[in-house]
């Protein structure tokens, strides 16, 4: 695939944020290209941020026919760019490109498109402390026409955001709410691809709890409300004594998280036992009154660790840990972001430096 690399003007470039938080400023470029059955892929190029003019009839403004993807960009003690796992996003994102009847992308091209972007941009990737550039790349159904079928066209775009570290003044337990009248996702339906509708489906609760005074709501299985699936937009995970790990096992509803398969590989080699199961939400309830369940934890890409203070069910509530986070918590947290940024070696080949 050969990109053609627009030039920038002088004024199109942007100053650096101050005040990093997540997902508000982008990069000065992006990458787009665009697909039809006649062309296959084409037009793959890097050119400056910008707004798309879209027929007010384009498949996905109707019909939700999209998916996305969430990765980062480290910068390395040595000023080099790390990026973490990514062929891991570029096999999601392809899986869901074929859930949700999308053509899925070259799985080389893609990565080429995000490396040649994030060179391009290194200087938007922060020096600070626990900051990273959120690598953001998207695929729209872009046929201009009502009728609900596949679209015939497609548009691939990927966008950076310089991000803030998730937490500013060091770990911050939330609260959260275990939904028992709504749900996020349906076994045979699209929980496990990232695509738009299950976080539009997610919207409404997040908006209720939030009222009650809890931070990220827990889901629960659709169909009997009995199993834990995942917490917010992350992966969750208990931790029982000091050394064993639980997380709810893949259920088809669930998203399966790259931090969740990370930890599922180096928890061992920090000694810790863990373990995918079904795990029914009154038995988890259970353990925390008795004190038995000493973290629990969501993971994901944003947060890669984020310590839950209490859970609030059927108006009750259950204080985790005393509210406060916990050393696995803790040391999941560090021996990740310290693998991520390249502060130390990385034994899993998980990283992909890009020289800058
Ligand atoms: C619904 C959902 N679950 C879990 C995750 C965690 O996945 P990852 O660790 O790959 O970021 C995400 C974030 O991408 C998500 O949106």
Known sequence: MQISIEPLA?????????????GKYFSDRMFTQKWTAEQGWYDA????????TLDPSTAVFHYAQEIFEGTKAYRRPDGNINLFRPWENIKRFNRSATRMAMQQVDPEEHLEAIVQLVTLEHEWVPNQDGASLYI?????????????????????FIILSPVGPYFATGFNPVPVYISDDYVRAVRGGVGDAKTGGNYAASLYVSEQVKELGYQQVLWLDA???????EVGSM????????????????????????????VLKLAPDLGYTIEEARLEVSDILRDLAKGEITEAF????????????KFGYKEKEYVVGGGESGPVAKQLFQTLTDIQYGRVADPYDWTLTIKV
């Open 10 to 22: 002088a004024d199109a470039r942007k100053p650096f944020p101050q005040n990093l938080t997540f």
């Open 223 to 229: 169909a009997e409300r009995r199993y834990v699936e």
């Open 45 to 52: 190029k890097i050119g400056p941020y910008g707004p798309f």
């Open 136 to 156: 953001r790349p998207a695929l729209i159904a872009t046929e201009p026409a009502l009728g609900v079928h596949a679209s015939h066209s497609y548009l691939h």
């Open 235 to 262: 992966n969750i995970a208990f931790v029982y004594g000091d050394k064993r790990i639980v997380t709810p096992a893949l259920s088809g509803s669930i998203l399966p998280g790259i931090t969740r398969d990370s």
């Open 298 to 309: 969501g993971l994901g890409t944003a947060a890669v660790v984020a310590p839950v203070s």
